[in-house]
């Protein structure tokens, strides 16, 4: 090897060296160290002591532990002559660099990991170019997230070496999203164990086993159950192709096999949605604004109705079997139509003004009662549901949403929004808790069919008579008086 290729390989080397120390640099950047508190306490802390080894000259007994006292002069060269201020300011810009490459080094090293299982697949472009990791993210103890700048490259690409980066990479491959906007980046989803991507109704329903109870989905932990005595309330929200439609049937469809005293009412304005649990003796379809309208009046007079029934008796809530009534779901698909702002010019203003004032009402105050909402929608925004009614609705589905802002409204975080774009695919939201599920999938036969065996089972037979829909409305003084007389009906 000549002297210029020594010199040059030698030049090659430094650059290199700080081309990886400015990418750590960059790494421990985008941590965001200067947001936390703990973080910038520690770099004070940091930037005071080395202030204080060189103000007390404590690095010449260090120097000379480590045996390189000939270093000593430089430094009593150097910060002989300043004073403590100036010294913590060298202090600051010596300590402040080197934690952020402290902070930088594990997402340094994750990205050139996920980089070089990459690189082993040996994906170029027409130019020769290779894809790049540009980020790792930590979804949660099970799932990671890769975003990688891939120009050039198609989806199919990526679908054609799965195998091949499932085994570089040492994990699963859960899925592959393109940007919608911005097709040069692509997301690789990877998990350690991967939720199935599709599990049938028929194989979770059995562990409904307790009345009111509704599949949520299957999760890493098992199968996971609600009930509306725990969940009075709760919300579906998913894009176009995330499942939601399928998922809301299943849902409903496990609560009236679950249930015995359940009154149900569709409000289903597509027409179309819902129309199979149209023949259920206990349920109501409705398709009509002006027709739902009355319907919303007449169960807000019920939940008033039922609550001086409990204040005479001294009960804290309904209960089917004591009191002789119904529990009554309100399921509202696409649930904008009531929910959403129109302008005032709009034939349909007064009624949604009206319905959002009662749908929020029954929101605040309808648990005790023993009347529960169930509202779908593909969106949440401050035009499509009054921020008083999100605030009164516990428990939230949401599929995936094609936006980060989208899921945010409905989770406060952006957990939809990096779902795979499996159908099904869902965060289940109850309080502070969430939890990643495979809604359950029904076929429409499979539908249709158990749907039949609840009408010929007959158990909801009597609840068509006793519907609240086909009672006399009653004011609530003449309520009042029925209830001294010890009648709850």
């Not at 150097?78 to 060298?90: N, S």
């Not at 890769?146 to 195998?163: A, M, N, P, Q, W």
């Not at 579906?236 to 809301?248: C, D, E, I, L, V």
Request: overall charge positive; some cysteine; hydrophobic content about 40%.
């Amino acid at each position: 090897m000549t002297q210029t290729s020594k010199e040059s390989a030698v030049f090659d080397g430094i650059v290199k060296i700080f081309g990886n120390f400015a990418e750590i640099f960059k790494e421990g950047w985008k941590t965001k160290f200067y947001k936390r508190a703990e973080d910038l306490l520690l770099i004070v802390s940091l930037t005071l002591s080395l202030g204080m080894v060189l103000q007390l000259g404590i690095y010449e007994k260090l120097f000379s532990i480590l045996g390189i006292t000939f270093v000593t002069p430089i430094f009593d060269f150097i910060f002989g002559e300043m004073d403590f201020t100036q010294l913590i300011i060298v202090a600051f810009f010596c300590t402040t660099p080197l934690y952020i490459i402290f902070c930088g080094i594990k997402s340094y090293r994750q990205i050139k990991r996920y980089q070089f299982g990459l690189d082993c697949l040996n994906l170029k472009n027409g130019l020769g170019h290779q894809p790049k990791v540009v980020e790792v993210k930590k979804l949660d103890q099970n799932r990671t997230r890769l975003l990688v700048k891939s120009t050039g490259l198609g989806k199919e690409t990526y679908r054609s070496k799965i195998d091949d980066l499932r085994a570089s990479v040492g994990e699963l491959v859960e899925s592959v999203r393109f940007f919608d906007k911005n097709s040069t980046f692509v997301e690789i989803f990877l998990a350690k164990k991967v939720l199935e991507s599709k599990v049938l109704f028929s194989d979770l329903v059995t562990h409904l086993k307790t009345p009111y109870s509704f599949l949520i989905g299957k999760s890493q932990s098992g199968v996971v159950t609600e009930s509306l005595e725990a969940v009075p309330h709760f919300l579906m929200a998913g894009t176009t192709g995330s499942g939601k439609s399928g998922s809301f049937k299943s849902l409903l469809l496990g609560l009236l096999e679950s249930s015995e005293n359940l009154e149900v009412i569709l409000f289903d304005f597509k027409r179309v949605e819902l129309k199979e649990f149209s023949i259920l003796p206990n349920v109501t379809f409705v398709c009509e604004l002006e027709e739902a309208l009355g319907i919303l009046e007449r169960i807000e007079e019920e939940m008033e109705r039922r609550y001086l029934y409990l204040e005479k008796h001294g009960y804290k809530s309904i209960d089917p079997k004591r009191d002789k009534l119904n529990r009554i779901l309100l399921s509202i698909d696409e649930c904008t139509e009531f929910t959403g702002r129109v302008p005032k010019y709009d034939h349909r203003y007064k009624i949604v003004e009206r319905a959002r004032l009662i749908l929020d009402h029954l929101a605040r105050k309808a648990r005790a009662s023993g009347i529960h909402l169930l509202l779908a929608t593909q969106k949440i925004d401050s035009d499509t549901m009054d921020t008083r009614l999100q605030e009164n609705i516990e428990g939230r589905i949401s599929l995936r949403m094609n936006t980060m802002e989208n899921s945010v409204r409905v989770l406060q975080n952006s957990m939809s929004y990096h779902l795979p774009a499996i159908p099904g695919r869902a965060i289940w939201k109850k309080g502070a808790h969430y939890e990643e599920v495979q809604c359950p999938f029904i076929s429409q036969e499979d539908l249709d069919k158990r749907i039949q065996d609840l009408c010929d089972s007959k158990k909801f037979d009597p609840i068509k008579e006793k519907s609240i829909l086909k009672t006399k409305t009653l004011s609530l003084k003449s309520t009042n008086k029925m209830i001294k007389k010890g009648d709850p009906a």
